[in-house]
């Protein structure tokens, strides 16, 4: 590889070659990580899992992991959020089967929601009620930021 230096404006030495190996090095462990994503998506006992991998409609582990950490009723932090009471692959399911219902706006926001409606509990809200509905919130392309049992309280 040919090894390039070059000065900028602001006399910052640029080193192409290895600029290149970082630009490289990152691409392909975003690849793997990417793999290992899907492939951990895939390890649930849901059908239809490329409904949660589309573009259009993005579950990353990040944002699953984001999920449960706050909503999810055997861990216990974030007291004072709604939990699931379901299991790990019914709350995935859940996220799946909303992404079928034509996104909402929210007022004041970019990003929009879906409300489904499970017609069985989900868990409960923050004053510890019952709940059937899950709320997921996705930005305008997709991709999943956040989903929580009980509906979007807007002030």
């Not at 984001?66 to 859940?94: C, D, M, Q, W």
């Not at 509990?121 to 929580?148: H, K, M, Q, R, W």
């Amino acid at each position: 590889m040919n090894t390039t230096t070059t000065a900028t404006p602001n006399n910052f030495v640029f080193n192409e070659a290895q600029w290149l190996q970082v630009l490289f090095l990152l691409a392909d462990t975003a690849t793997w990580l990417q793999q290992l994503q899907e492939g951990l998506i895939w390890q649930l006992p849901v059908q239809q899992h490329k409904k949660l991998l589309r573009k259009s409609w993005y579950l990353s582990v990040t944002v699953l992991a984001h999920i449960l950490e706050r909503h999810y009723y055997k861990l216990p932090r974030h007291p004072l959020a709604g939990k699931f009471t379901i299991s790990i692959p019914e709350i995935v399911n859940a996220i799946k089967e909303a992404g079928q219902l034509p996104p909402e706006p929210i007022a004041g926001s970019t990003n929009l929601q879906r409300v489904w409606e499970a017609g069985y509990p989900l868990g409960y809200d923050p004053a510890g009620n019952t709940i059937t509905t899950l709320t997921v919130i996705s930005s305008a392309a997709g991709e999943i930021i956040t989903a929580f049992p009980g509906r979007l309280i807007t002030p």
